[in-house]
């Protein structure tokens, strides 16, 4: 029998990856690796350059970016991925516009909040408010950037998609190694590379969309109240949510200081490689899961049931074998000035595994677009988490922080896979009867 030659063998499977879920699957598994690994990539170049009060402070802007972007873009590009399966094209190019304006007017909003001082940001963040205005302003740049990314996977473009987060990645990390050998080492260094990274990034999502003639159609009415029914009842999910991730980063800097706080970051930047998996997958499937919610076929939800079962096992697993690797070399890369982030590797582990698995239950409300309850589930919550993240921390200090954490996810988790089936019944229990 005839052998087949490298390339021949390369060319089937290629052909197998075209299958859509795999190919996308694999695409989107490597532009997040991109995007997962920027951190990771400099977080021993910025350990050994910068103390851990310098870190902290980086990493604390960078956390107040996110923050203020998901809780302004009100979660807009959730809508856009949806109404892009629900729409006619003229439809949906009214959403994308109405949503882009909308999230101009509130970062604006909140540019003249925190200019006011009425948000005392400085006592939680460590941060100035020239830093924390700065971070509003680029947070617009990371939620068009948002939109962009969601239309290039709603319309199945994970190649375009990859190609974008690779622009992020290597204008992030080419920049700051190369601040780091022109100016003093410094907190700027980290945060002026990031700036650039995600400007230049949304400049190209908008040039995509444009090309895509997605903003060709001017916003009306309807489309501006779809994006407020959608968006503001999101806000105090929204809000929650951050809070929830970013909890116990704002609590250790409050309580524990600046200091501490870039220790903290240390574990859970490792912690959240996790995501190199839990993002591709979530952007894969949620599509998937829409399609297949809009066929609603009784079949069709049982294998829904058992994908995401599967998932909850992989991602259980996934985060035992990541956090032994992370103990395991964690005396090689970083100085003895960070060693107490160590024993929190485990609880972050765990932790983003169940955020992971939070993620495989959400896609049911933001598909039922009951995001009001999502909101009350989620500010109860926090309200709880706030009570033992201040108790652990005061009381265990840096493994008080990490075990916050796990407990948070797993509770939120918990909390709205039983929301998700409320809005959005599922044969969670007879997935595998054969008379289900």
């Not at 997605?214 to 029914?229: G, H, I, M, N």
Request: glycine share 8%; with cysteine; hydrophobic share 60%.
């Amino acid at each position: 029998m005839r052998a087949l030659s490298p390339s021949i063998l390369l060319r089937q499977a290629w052909v197998g990856l075209q299958s859509s879920i795999g190919r996308s699957v694999a695409l989107y598994a490597i532009a997040f690796s991109f995007a997962g690994l920027t951190p990771l990539v400099l977080l021993p170049v910025l350990t050994q350059a910068l103390s851990p009060a310098e870190f902290g402070q980086a990493t604390s802007w960078i956390v107040l970016v996110a923050m203020i972007a998901n809780t302004c873009g009100l979660t807009v590009h959730g809508l856009v991925s949806v109404r892009f399966f629900k729409d006619a094209f003229v439809g949906f190019q009214r959403i994308v516009a109405a949503a882009i304006s909308v999230i101009l007017l509130v970062h604006l909003l909140a540019g003249l909040v925190i200019s006011t001082g009425l948000v005392p940001l400085s006592a939680f963040t460590g941060l100035t408010r020239t830093y924390s205005l700065g971070a509003a302003a680029v947070g617009v740049a990371l939620s068009i950037n948002l939109i962009g990314l969601a239309f290039m996977q709603a319309s199945q473009r994970p190649g375009i998609y990859l190609l974008l987060r690779m622009l992020q990645s290597a204008i992030e990390i080419l920049g700051c190694l190369a601040l780091l050998q022109l100016i003093v080492a410094g907190p700027d260094v980290r945060i002026w590379s990031y700036v650039a990274a995600i400007a230049a990034s949304a400049l190209c999502a908008l040039a995509f969309l444009v090309k895509k003639r997605v903003l060709a159609t001017a916003p009306d009415k309807k489309a501006f109240e779809s994006v407020a029914r959608f968006g503001i009842p999101l806000v105090p999910h929204v809000f929650a949510g951050q809070m929830l991730t970013n909890l116990d980063r704002i609590m250790v800097s409050y309580l524990l200081g600046i200091e501490k706080l870039g220790i903290f970051m240390v574990a859970s930047q490792l912690g959240m490689a996790l995501s190199l998996v839990i993002e591709p997958l979530n952007r894969t499937l949620a599509p998937w899961l829409f399609k297949k919610l809009t066929d609603g076929s009784e079949d069709d939800k049982r294998l829904i049931v058992k994908v995401t079962y599967g998932l909850f096992v992989g991602l259980l697993a996934l985060s035992m074998i990541a956090a032994a690797l992370f103990v395991s070399v964690f005396d090689l890369l970083f100085s003895d000035e960070f060693s107490d982030a160590k024993q929190i590797i485990v609880p972050v582990a765990v932790g983003m595994a169940f955020q992971g698995m939070y993620y495989g239950v959400v896609n049911y409300i933001f598909y039922a677009e009951k995001t009001g309850k999502l909101s009350f589930v989620t500010c109860g919550v926090v309200a709880a988490a706030v009570v033992w993240s201040a108790l652990l921390i005061m009381q265990f200090g840096i493994l008080g922080a990490g075990l916050s954490f796990m407990i948070t996810n797993i509770v939120l988790f918990v909390a709205v896979w039983v929301l998700s089936n409320a809005v959005m019944p599922m044969p969670w229990f007879s997935a595998w009867r054969t008379d289900a």
